[in-house]
């Protein structure tokens, strides 16, 4: 079974800056597409973005141009470095292996002044 672990997560102002982490169990971590997922109070779970295998990446809409997706094969993480964060970016963070569905257990990410 995989094991997917978040983290990073915490309370920053408006206009700041935050850096999630992922590590993965995956034997070949590097042939995977890799995603963060975000979920807030009352609200269905949206893509925020994906990685893969030859570092393509895909962003919603709403976070295109201030998060940045990347991923460390040698070490089996993928990074969500969000600038200019908005009180509207609040919500619990999810790593995922689509391929495997599998999923972390979430870091909250709080913004607010």
């Known amino acids: 079974q995989v094991q997917v672990e978040e983290s990073g997560g915490g309370l920053v102002q408006p206009g700041g800056s935050l850096r999630l982490s992922c590590a993965a169990s995956?034997?070949?971590?590097?042939?995977?597409?890799m995603g963060w997922y975000r979920q807030a109070p009352g609200k269905q779970r949206e893509l925020v973005a994906t990685?893969?295998?030859?570092?393509?990446?895909n962003y919603a809409d709403s976070v295109k141009g201030r998060f940045t997706i990347s991923r460390d094969n040698g070490k089996n993480t993928v990074h969500l470095q969000m600038n200019s964060l908005k009180p509207e970016d609040t919500a619990v963070y999810y790593c995922?292996?689509?391929?495997?569905?599998?999923w972390g257990q979430g870091t909250q990410v709080t913004v607010s002044s």
């Open positions: 990685i893969g295998q030859g570092d393509t990446t």
């Open positions: 995956l034997r070949i971590f590097g042939i995977y597409t």
């Open positions: 995922n292996v689509p391929a495997l569905n599998s």
